[in-house]
């Protein structure tokens, strides 16, 4: 049998090693026949001339003729097998030589019928020691097969001990169990010399495999460094992989090939993209006329209902035989060059399923043990997939990141505020549209330079130190938090503006953003508002307590003078300025606060006594509102920072606003509890009388994210909220608004104003 690679033999080790063994079997035995027929020969001459005078010369004669006939039909046997053994296997030579072996082996028994001398000894002697020689020359010859062996041993040797044993001389009994125990010698040593074959077959096979094995993982090393190269030099994925598919082939005796990319669309199904395709013929036309007229659009394969379906979802080897015979195939695609015999093997990263390579139209067909043998180089088209991949993200990335750039840009360009970038040497970097007008410099005239040349004295010059002591201490105070300062026009000009800094990373180097807004305008109006708060109000408030207190003398003095609908009247008037003074006094309140001319004075207190205050001070309101007040404190001993004045002010609207919600003849039950380091004040709203707008308008205003008054639902006591809640976050706290469903109940909305909890200070 001529030698073959493993990937030209599909066939297992123990198969190959049992038809290696069977050959070698009849290559021995056919091998050593012509010695064997003459070795035959001259014992039969020899015996037939010691016996001519002895025995009748018929039977004689006719002895020879037996033997001659079997030894003449095995040396025609040798001679057929000499010449045209490639034409039959081994089983059939086996067969024939087995037959003819036997046949000799009864001719060689007739000898003990026809030429045994029944008076004499010494001839029976002589016969016995002729068999017994042809029968240990047969050990020599044929013991690599023991039913040749023992068929002839015993074909040859019991005639003659049947023949001593009728005789019923002295020695029958001897020489049957001598005949008995040859035939045992010959089949042991026919076993030992059939194991010693074996063992050396095995081991010459075992080094035959461990060569062709070793040469294999060459010659795949050899492609895989090729494609490897060609990728290194030209940076060609497709001609990679095509050099890796056309080198592949030849191995695999395959005709054609491919390589596919799997991925998967918007719904996780999978589909195939074609990379290369492959042909053992330099230039197979028929494959490049299909790729350049049939080939789906982008080499796209999206039907799973055929055998590319099966292998993207499968994770074994799909194989073929026979694929236009293969009902998993479905119809090859038009112009498709034809395609006999069939493997698909999918190609992994991990767990997921990245590649497909499919080898076509090997005459020896595809095994599994196809798909493990070609296994470093599925791990080299999984590596040059998966870059590809990479490079294919990395592409719709940097396509999506300059996108996101430009799309950024634009809004940059388009915003309102000025956004300015620095490096940590205080150099500009990046200088939007609205940071042009505001400076009045271009973008191109003043990246490049110091932040600095858009600050004023004495800033200017101090600004770089500030960057430096920044960046050596670490310290925040310029970072993330607003502020007022002056920045300097391109024409010399000082105006006000809001400015927020943040810091980001780039490449490891802290990057300054700087936003701003020119507050020219708003410095104006706030000015204006002010005038006019400060103007309306000496102008209002003094004949309005005027007007009230002339009020309160009419219904002191003489309230029974007055006719009764008068007195109504007069009720109503004073009602209403009371109101008025309220709303004008929390007008310029609101005023200073949004000006920071109001002042705090913060100082550790305990909770309870502040708010037993609260409640004392607004008892009046709770008679007025017919309601009573109490306090649940879950300790006493709670502190927090704080100043009395203003904590009165914000719990006194606070308080104002939850009565007048509040049914009549209820109890508003203020309660005090710590979370988390946290004071928390909480109280209920209302009952009944809380309407859909005020109950909306609350949670906009006071809920997590602060949003402003609707002013189409603005009511009485809003701005006295909105001073509360200013007060609040001024003294580091905060207020928002708690949603509760009572059981069998409206839902309860409730007021809850959180404060830092303080270390006490004080014994």
């Not at 990319?261 to 330099?282: I, R, T």
Request: proline share 3%; charged share 20%; with cysteine.
């Amino acid at each position: 049998m001529p030698e073959k690679t493993l990937l030209q033999q599909p066939i297992d080790d123990e198969a190959l090693s049992q038809f290696t063994l069977a050959d070698e079997q009849m290559r021995s035995l056919y091998h050593s026949l012509p010695i064997s027929l003459l070795s035959s020969i001259i014992i039969a001459l020899i015996l037939s001339i010691s016996h001519w005078k002895v025995i009748g010369q018929a039977e004689i004669i006719l002895w020879n003729l037996l033997l001659g006939s079997s030894l003449l039909a095995r040396l025609i046997l040798w001679i057929f097998w000499h010449n045209v053994h490639q034409l039959y296997s081994t089983l059939f030579w086996m067969s024939c030589f087995r037959i003819g072996v036997w046949l000799t082996g009864a001719a060689w028994g007739m000898a003990a019928i026809l030429l045994f001398a029944h008076d004499d000894t010494i001839y029976q002697a002589l016969l016995a020691f002729s068999l017994a020689g042809v029968a240990s020359g047969s050990m020599t010859s044929l013991n690599v097969d023991k039913y040749s062996s023992l068929g002839f041993v015993v074909l040859a040797i019991s005639p003659l001990s049947v023949m001593i044993f009728l005789e019923d001389g002295p020695t029958a009994i001897a020489m049957t169990g001598m005949s008995l125990l040859f035939i045992f010698f010959v089949i042991a040593s026919s076993t030992r010399a059939r194991h010693n074959m074996e063992d050396q077959l095995n081991k010459n096979f075992r080094l035959l495999q461990l060569t062709n094995k070793l040469n294999h993982k060459q010659k795949l090393e050899k492609i895989i460094n090729n494609a490897q190269s060609i990728y290194i030099s030209d940076g060609d994925i497709k001609t990679a992989l095509s050099t890796l598919l056309h080198e592949t082939l030849p191995i695999c005796h395959s005709e054609l090939g491919f390589i596919g990319q799997v991925k998967k669309d918007s719904e996780k199904k999978p589909y195939m993209c074609a990379l290369v395709f492959g042909s053992h013929k330099k230039e197979d036309r028929i494959l490049e006329n299909f790729r350049a007229t049939n080939l789906p659009e982008n080499g796209e394969y999206r039907n799973l209902d055929n055998m590319f379906g099966m292998i993207m979802r499968s994770d074994k080897p799909i194989i073929s035989p026979n694929l236009a015979r293969d009902m998993r195939a479905g119809t090859l695609p038009q112009g498709h060059p034809a395609i006999g015999s069939f493997i698909g093997i999918p190609i992994f990263s991990g767990r997921e399923q990245i590649a497909i390579l499919g080898l076509a139209n090997s005459p020896l067909g595809y095994t599994t043990q196809t798909a493990e043998e070609l296994e470093p180089i599925l791990k080299s088209i999984a590596q040059f997939v998966q870059t590809m991949n990479h490079e294919q993200q990395h592409a719709h990335d940097k396509a999506a990141l300059e996108a996101s750039t430009q799309h950024t840009q634009t809004i940059l360009n388009d915003i309102a505020d000025g956004i300015i970038t620095i490096s940590k040497e205080g150099i500009i970097q990046s200088f939007n549209h609205a940071a042009e007008t505001i400076f009045g410099y271009r973008a191109k005239q003043i990246i490049g330079k110091n932040v600095s040349e858009l600050m004023p004295e004495p800033h200017k010059s101090q600004h770089n130190g500030y960057l430096k002591n920044h960046l050596k201490t670490g310290k925040k105070n310029i970072l993330g938090i607003g502020r007022e300062v002056s920045g300097l026009r391109r024409n010399g000009d000082e105006f006000p503006m809001d400015l927020m800094v943040s810091r980001v990373f780039q490449n490891g180097e802290p990057i300054f953003i700087g936003i701003v807004r020119d507050i020219t305008e708003k410095r104006r109006v706030d000015s204006l508002r002010s005038q006019f708060i400060s103007a309306a109000s000496k102008e209002i408030l003094g004949p309005l307590n005027v007007i009230a207190e002339a009020i309160s003398l009419l219904q002191t003095n003489d309230p029974d003078a007055l006719p009764e609908s008068f007195q109504h009247a007069v009720t109503i008037a004073k009602n209403n300025s009371i109101k008025l003074q309220k709303l004008m006094n929390d007008l310029i309140e609101a005023q200073n606060l949004s000006n920071g001319e109001a002042a705090f004075k913060l100082q550790t207190q305990m909770v309870l006594p502040l708010l037993e205050e609260t409640l004392r001070r607004n008892k009046v309101y709770s008679d007025i509102y017919q309601c009573s007040m109490s306090i649940k404190a879950a300790a006493n001993d709670l502190t927090i920072h704080a100043d009395s004045s203003r904590f009165y002010q914000a719990l006194a609207q606070l308080l104002q606003y939850t009565l007048k919600l509040t049914d009549p003849k209820s109890e508003l039950q203020v309660r005090v509890n710590e979370d988390r380091s946290r004071v928390k004040i909480s109280f209920s709203i209302g009952g009944k009388t809380l309407s859909e707008n005020i109950r909306k308008n609350l949670t906009l205003y006071f809920g997590r994210h602060g949003e402003p008054i609707n002013q189409e639902q603005y009511a009485e006591g809003d701005l006295g909220l909105a001073i509360a809640k200013e007060i609040i976050e001024k003294m580091h706290g905060n207020i928002y608004i708690e949603k509760k469903d009572m059981e069998n109940k409206n839902e309860e909305y409730y007021f809850v104003v959180e404060f830092p909890q303080a270390f006490k200070q004080f014994a």
